[in-house]
């Protein structure tokens, strides 16, 4: 039972100290207005530490262990149901094999040494070359992890090598919205889905990768509401068999089939005239190739949709004419709602750019944008690739907000709010992820130049693609330094020189921003084991212990400590870890962060906001009554504070600064490597269900790694018959780039049509990676993981 | 509708659709069955026009899982029938022990990592199909003496999501791994009564479990079986527990900041 004077006193101590514990980490962790006692088990809130859905979940601790898990009722996003991968989140943290000391590489051997030696070695690499030192960030960092090492990398060693795992899974989604609406992350939110009449799927499959928001959606037809699925693919899955319409496409053949589409609307004339004449401009590739391409006007940009015909488009992508005329019909409606959704489908592409705009151009050619229901919305895969990632700029050429490295009035906002000299932050871009990789697995002597790269809360040595490229040789290079701060064991840590125990989610403070624009807050509930330390600890003792050893770039303008930290005047010494949890430098961290987000209007509340919700939605705006309002739909006049009064829908980030969108012509493209006599099929690469990326949490699950424990080929029945394969034969799969040993599984998780091949990326043991290519997007260099051809040997 | 196709499946169209759509296990055992049966005296009688939902001709196994074919429905309706037919009646009496109720509860720890986790599933299922698992599992039945229950919860669009098989599919192998020491509070027990003779309150969260007789109706595991099945309106006298409900939170959190409409 509650035990009630412990919740009474809890409540009555949250109302009378949030205000006082606003830089008290302790205290304000005791004093969640959330945490509920029954049974001598507290419960608190907490995003989930999977996907990039953003569910909320209530967290039960006892004796300082995590011992349940539900579904969190108050949350919006999810309403108190999770997927399986929700459920079994608590047991990410209790693997037998977790990272518990500092190891440093001794020969063959690991050693373990202490935190204070591994933090000189550290040092000693930015010491050593300050140019060559990069950092590996990842969608997972909290955002206030982000931000210190954002810091760290331009404002501190002011080289700019900061990449993070994100640029491999959803930076042409940035692009594309980038050169659509001058301006990052979805209009729409999550709220769609509860309104749309059809939902169109590009190359996504929300059944097993996002369960939680197509569930949300599917639900609705056990209450009798009518939810009409389209589904386009390159293979059947379990989404496919909710679906009314599935679109069976050849690979890398999407461009063709949106454009086909708007060519029907425009040959019709059902697109929404109305809405193109108020709020569109279009948009074509220019010479040379630029993000923001050149203007074309209406004509040019209906000329160069003439060849895509029905006829000329159904040859291409395989997808019938009354299929394509099906899609140009419910496009060409204004009286129903559509939302479209993607993910890697669209992203790992190298016309990811290209396909992402073209989507969102037949949204605003059609109307179908700004009221809900309405909506061109791409998903993330990580917990926090939009609020770390995207907003605050951990890339090689951001910087918090929404600025960039290359445009001197940002980077002179930045000095000033960083109170940094001026011209201290570089105006050169860093690497990009494949470039920066390619640059540690070369020689110095042979340009080279990245020297030591540290690497957190990701696994490129499973998930770069063509690792035999890109990750390996860099490991048999004798001045290449690999620093990794990861949780468990992985195919990056066997690698590494110098391993670093780090603590993780609900074991720390943590931020995430999910998918929908939300902002979503947690305290740490347990203690990390062994010697384990949170990520932004390791950032911030590294800065320290360079600012002891004289390190300019460690020093403001004034000759302080960059991350210096203050309360009631005092400095505080938070890089003792004994004393890091003295006071909450999380909330430190975001209130400094949050001074970069006004500029495009992607205002974040007070840390305290996020303490009350569930999660806020960004714009956040304060009211008169000084209270915070989110913003669900962006650029409409209705509930966007920002939307000039009188326009409906304002597209106030415009490139062309006249509160338009782009609506892009762009042709498609032969992909870089497609199914030849020597290498018959296409080979496409991704998730299932029970799995989270490269597996490293859910494979220690043991529901999970017993519903699904290895790593599989899925292939056409059809194919293997006339291979002479059967079910359960272990077959070699072989790419230009390498070959691996699978089982053959037939009718399996998902059904490939003819002449293509599916494997799932999870499995350690069987690294799919060391096959995949490395060609990627001219715009966003993402790279693209879903084709590239194949053939199959018996073995 | 052109001459080639079949002829339209008669009457009882959402039904028979929806037991068309029916796993592949449940499908073979019902299979067995109806062979019996038809092998029997009472199965087919030679020279009477069949009537009803009875079966005119063999099917191939690729047969069974046409899911328009008049015949291979007709042959899952008397497969399912026969299985509903095997529920005890609710007026039956229940005997129960305290050793029944340790072994179900056991039983039931075996298939969930913590109370409040989504049970595995212990049988394999089609792994592509759509979710047909409320054929079997919407009411309830007793299959070869093994219990499909009822689902607890309201019948969500995609089970998968969250309930995943417990062994892996054939041909795919577990590697050893270090293996995780997650250890979980333990699962509730009886509920307190005020006085000897007062109903037991619910001793576990309501949220997502508004079917009691899931666990405890006339299909539940013994050990846990209600010894008044007949009475259906079971929070009338078993009061629910508001803080295990998170219903704490909602009178205490308002959500803030939310923007129109």
């Given at each position: 039972m509650l035990d009630r004077r412990?919740?009474?006193?809890n ?10 514990s606003?830089l ?9 207005p ?16 999977f996907?990039?859905t953003g569910?909320h ?5 006892k004796?300082?262990?995590v011992?349940?898990?539900?579904g969190d009722?108050q949350?919006?996003?999810n ?9 079994h989140?608590a047991l990410?943290l209790?693997?037998k094999?977790r ?12 050693k373990?040494i ?18 060559g030192?990069a ?11 982000g931000?210190a090492a954002?810091k760290?990398s331009?404002g ?5 090598q900061?990449d993070p795992?994100a640029?491999?899974?959803m930076?042409s989604?940035?692009t594309g919205?980038l050169c659509t609406?001058?301006v990052?992350?979805?209009?729409g939110?999550?709220?769609d ?10 190359g ?10 197509f569930s949300?959606?599917?639900?609705r037809r ?5 939810v009409?699925l ?6 059947r899955?379990r989404?496919t068999q ?9 690979p890398?053949?999407?461009l063709?089939i949106a454009?086909?589409?708007m ?7 059902t697109y929404d ?6 709020h569109?401009?279009?948009?074509a ?8 391409g050149?203007?074309?006007?209406f004509e040019?940009?209906r000329r160069?949709?003439d060849?895509y ?5 159904s040859?291409?992508?395989g ?17 129903l ?7 890697m489908?669209?992203n ?9 705009s ?9 109307g ?5 229901g309405n ?5 993330t895969?990580q ?5 770390t990632v995207?907003?605050v700029g951990t890339l090689?050429?951001?910087l ?14 930045v000095e000033?709010l ?10 050169t871009p ?10 540690f ?5 042979q ?11 990701t ?6 693609p063509?690792?035999?490229k890109?990750?390996y040789?860099s490991?048999?290079?004798q001045?290449k ?7 468990y064991?992985t195919?990056?840590t066997?690698?590494?020189?110098l391993?670093?125990?780090?603590a993780?989610w609900?074991?720390?403070?943590g ?5 929908e ?5 947690w305290?740490?509930?347990?203690e ?15 800065a320290?212990?360079l ?7 460690a ?28 006071h ?12 970069f987000?006004?500029?495009?209007h ?6 305290a906001e996020?303490?009350k919700t569930?999660?806020?939605r960004?714009?956040?705006?304060q009211?008169k009554d000084?209270?915070?309002?989110e ?5 409409s006049?209705f ?10 829908v304002?597209?106030?980030h415009?490139t ?6 782009q609506?892009w012509?762009?042709?498609?493209q032969?992909?870089p490597?497609?199914?030849d ?6 080979l ?7 799995h989270?990326h490269?597996?490293?949490?859910t494979?220690r699950i043991p529901q999970l790694r017993?519903a ?8 056409n029945?059809v194919?293997?018959r ?9 077959v070699?799969?072989?790419t230009?780039r390498?070959a ?15 002449g ?6 999870f499995d350690?043991?069987?690294l799919?990676?060391?096959l995949?290519?490395?060609?990627h997007d001219?715009?966003?260099?993402q790279?693209?993981?879903k ?8 073995v | ?8 499946v008669p009457?009882?169209?959402a ?5 068309g759509?029916?796993c592949v296990?449940?499908?073979t ?8 049966d038809?092998e029997?005296?009472?199965?087919f009688?030679e ?14 196994y690729?047969?069974l ?7 291979s429905?007709?042959l899952?309706?008397?497969a399912?029938?026969r ?11 229940v005997s ?5 109720r340790d072994?179900?509860?056991q039983?039931?720890?075996s298939?969930?990592a913590f ?10 299922v089609d792994?592509?199909a759509?979710p047909?698992?409320?054929v079997?599992?919407?009411t309830g ?14 019948p ?5 999501q ?5 062994s892996?599919?054939s041909?795919?192998t577990?590697s ?5 020491s997650f ?6 027990h009886?509920?307190?009564r ?7 309150v ?8 508004n079917?009691c ?14 010894t ?10 078993h009061?629910l ?7 704490e939170?909602?009178a205490?959190?308002?959500?803030v ?5």
């Open positions: 412990a919740f009474l006193r409540s009555a101590m949250a109302a009378a100290t949030l205000a006082a606003r008290a980490g302790e205290s304000a962790r005791s004093t969640s959330h945490l509920r006692v029954i049974d001598g088990v507290k419960w608190d809130k907490a995003p989930c530490r996907c990039g569910c979940v209530q967290v039960g601790v004796d300082g262990k011992v349940a898990v539900a009722q949350a919006e996003v309403k108190g149901l999770l997927c399986v991968k929700g459920y989140v990410a209790y693997g094999d990272l518990t000391t500092p190891l440093l590489k001794d020969g063959d051997q690991y373990k202490s935190w204070e030696r591994a933090i000189e070695i550290i040092t000693a690499r930015v010491l050593k070359a300050p140019k030192f950092i590996y960030g990842s969608g997972q960092w909290t955002i206030p992890e931000y954002q760290l331009k501190g060693i002011a080289n700019n900061i795992n640029r491999l899974c930076a989604a940035v919205f609406y001058g990052d992350e979805p209009a939110c999550y709220d889905l509860d309104t749309c009449d059809v939902c169109v799927l590009w996504n499959n929300p059944a097993e990768m996002h369960p939680v928001l949300r959606m599917m639900d056990s209450r009798g509401e009518r009409t389209i589904d386009i693919g390159t293979r899955t989404t909710f679906a009314d319409h599935y679109l069976e496409m050849t890398h053949t999407d063709a454009n086909g589409v060519h029907l609307l425009l040959k019709r004339g005239k109305d809405f193109v004449e108020r569109c401009n279009f948009r590739d220019s010479e040379p190739q630029e993000l923001l050149k203007a074309i006007d040019a940009f160069g949709l060849k015909t029905p006829e000329y488009v040859k291409v992508s997808i019938s004419t009354t299929n394509l005329e099906l899609l140009a019909d419910l496009f060409g409606r204004r009286d709602k559509i939302t479209s959704l993607w993910c489908g669209m790992q592409h190298t016309q990811g750019t290209a396909i992402n073209l989507v969102h151009g037949l949204h605003l050619l059609s179908h944008f700004g009221t809900p909506a061109p919305t791409s998903l895969g917990p926090s690739a939009c609020g995207r907003e090689a050429h951001a918090p907000g929404g600025r960039v490295v290359t445009n001197p009035e940002h980077r002179q906002q000033e960083w109170n940094l000299p001026t011209g201290r932050i570089n105006s860093g690497y990009h992820a494949v470039k920066m990789w390619e640059s697995s070369t020689p110095s002597e340009g080279g130049d990245i020297h030591t790269i540290w690497v957190q809360a696994n490129p040595g499973q998930t770069l063509n690792t035999h890109l990750f040789p490991r048999k290079l001045d330094f690999l620093i990794v701060s990861d949780v064991p195919e990056t066997r690698h590494a020189d391993i670093l125990p780090s993780m609900v074991e720390k403070n931020m995430f921003g999910n998918s624009r939300r902002t979503q807050q305290f740490k509930m347990v990390p084991p062994g010697e384990a330390r949170d990520d932004a600890w390791q950032l911030l003792a590294v320290r212990k600012y002891d050893l004289g390190f300019e770039g020093r403001d303008k004034d000759g302080r400590f960059i991350f210096h930290m203050e309360v009631a005047g005092k400095e505080i010494q938070y890089w003792d870890f004994k004393r890091y949890y003295d909450n430098v999380d909330e430190y961290l975001f209130e400094e962060y949050r001074k987000t006004r500029l495009k992607k205002d974040l509340a007070p840390y996020y303490v569930r999660g806020l960004w714009p956040v705006v009211q000084g209270s915070w309002r913003t669900r739909f962006r650029f006049e509930d966007d504070n920002y939307v000039r009064k009188g326009q409906g304002d597209f106030y415009s062309t600064k006249d509160g338009r969108a609506v012509l762009r042709h498609d032969p992909p490597e497609a199914p006599e020597q290498y018959p099929f296409w496409c690469t991704g998730r299932v269900l029970e989270w490269s597996g490293t949490m494979m017993s699904m424990p290895q790593a599989y080929v899925e292939m029945r194919d293997a006339r291979l002479g394969l059967v079910n359960g034969q272990k070699r799969v072989e230009r390498g691996l040993d699978l089982p053959l599984w037939l009718n399996g998780r998902g059904d490939p049509p003819q293509s091949l599916f494997v799932p990326f350690e043991t069987l799919i990676n060391k995949t290519l490395d060609a001219p715009f966003s260099k790279p693209d993981y084709k590239c051809s194949a053939r199959v040997v018996v | 509708m052109t001459e080639s196709l079949p002829p339209p009457v009882q169209t039904r028979l659709a929806k037991i759509l029916v296990a449940a499908a055992v019902g299979f067995f069955s109806v062979l019996r038809r029997s005296a009472q199965g009688s020279g009477t026009e069949a009537t009803g939902p009875e079966v005119s001709r063999a099917l191939s690729a047969g899982r046409d899911r328009s074919d008049p015949d429905i007709a899952h309706q008397l399912f029938d299985f509903l037919s095997a529920l005890p009646a609710s007026m039956a009496p129960r022990s305290p050793e029944d072994a179900a509860l039983q039931r720890a298939r969930r109370n409040g986790a989504p049970p595995v599933i212990p049988h394999v792994q592509q759509e047909n698992c409320l079997c599992h919407q039945m007793v299959i070869d003496g093994k219990t499909a229950p009822a689902v607890s919860h309201p969500f669009a995609s089970c998968l969250c309930h995943v098989v417990a892996a599919p041909g795919l577990a050893e791994f270090a293996g995780n250890s979980s509070v333990g699962f509730a009886q509920g307190g005020a006085w000897s003779g007062a109903p037991p619910v001793p576990h969260s309501s949220w997502m479990r079917e007789g899931s666990c405890h109706g006339v299909s539940g595991r013994l050990g846990i079986r209600t008044h099945p007949s009475r259906q309106s079971c929070v009338q006298c009061a527990s508001a803080d295990l409900d998170q219903r939170l909602a205490g959190a308002q959500v900041g939310r923007g129109a409409p």
